[in-house]
């Protein structure tokens, strides 16, 4: 009678280990990305290395001690839920970033500094100054980039901003162009959320491929200037298109602002 006892506890104390169980899958994004996502992907990587450690003690757990066993299932249900939870914040940035255009050029120290001037409710000469500053650390980070889906055109090549235009050169020999922002840095700072971003994620925002395009220097200077006529001198197709693309990289900036705060 006694052993037959022991054996029902025992049985029962096995399948309760039993329950053990290893980290969930989650996709993840490209190695190069890890750059923005540094700080998910090593709690993500902590949180795993936590569990595999504890299942390799299930080994050694008393299964005649009910104790014994519901201490090694509480830790093991405690360690399954925070993977479940840096799992989701991994997978956020993750998403954010691929839907950003990719992670971007690495962040300057500097950046954080001018993040932290910005504020959380900038007023028009902070967010002058934030512009400013931000345009200095960019420089020419996109010259081998393609931007919408296009490499940076050459001297000679169609300029679709002017009817019949081509792309000029700088005294240099240099094609005449640059990476301009779709949605102006200044509009970006202002869309909801953005200024409770880490300075990681602001800088991922701010730098998203997705938010640039290649533009004549032709073209900047008519849509900049207070002239009808400079503006009126696009092309109509183009300048109809400008607005389409303004739209929606409008939206694909805010859905990515926030996955990324909720992966903070």
């Known amino acids: 009678m006694f052993n037959r006892v022991m054996g029902r506890v025992g049985a029962a104390a096995l399948v309760t280990v039993a329950v053990a169980a290893g980290p969930v899958a989650v996709a993840h994004a490209d190695a190069h990305e890890a750059n923005t996502c540094a700080s998910q992907v090593a709690a993500y990587d902590g949180v ?25 299932n509480n830790r093991l249900h405690e360690l399954k839920a925070q993977l479940e939870t840096v799992s989701t914040k991994r997978a956020s940035c993750e998403v954010a970033v691929k839907g950003l255009g990719g992670a971007p050029a ?37 010259k081998d980039e393609r931007l919408q889906a296009k490499k940076m055109p050459a001297v000679g090549d169609k300029d679709l901003a002017v009817p019949g235009g081509q792309i000029t050169a700088y005294s240099d020999g240099s094609p005449a162009i640059s990476a301009r922002a779709v949605v102006p840095i200044a ?65 694909t900036l805010s859905a990515s602002i926030d996955l990324l705060i909720k992966s903070q």
Do not use: C
Not at 53 to 64: E, G, I, L, P, W
Not at 112 to 123: D, E, I, N, V, W
Not at 219 to 240: C, F, H, M, P, R
């Open 48 to 72: 795993v290395s936590d569990l595999k450690a504890h299942v390799a003690t299930r080994d050694s757990v008393n299964r005649y001690s009910q104790t014994a066993v519901d201490n090694y």
């Open 106 to 142: 690495d962040m300057p120290t500097e950046f954080t500094s001018l993040s932290s001037a910005l504020g959380t409710s900038p007023g028009k000469d902070a967010i002058n100054t934030f512009v400013t500053g931000f345009g200095k650390l960019v420089g020419d980070s996109f």
């Open 187 to 251: 509009d970006v700072v202002q869309l909801s959320q953005f200024t409770a971003l880490t300075p990681v994620n602001q800088w991922a925002v701010l730098m998203a491929r997705k938010n640039y395009q290649w533009m004549s220097n032709q073209a900047v200077l008519s849509q900049s200037s207070a002239s009808a006529k400079a503006v009126n001198g696009l092309d109509s197709d183009w300048t109809s298109m400008q607005q389409t693309l303004a739209t929606e990289t409008k939206q």
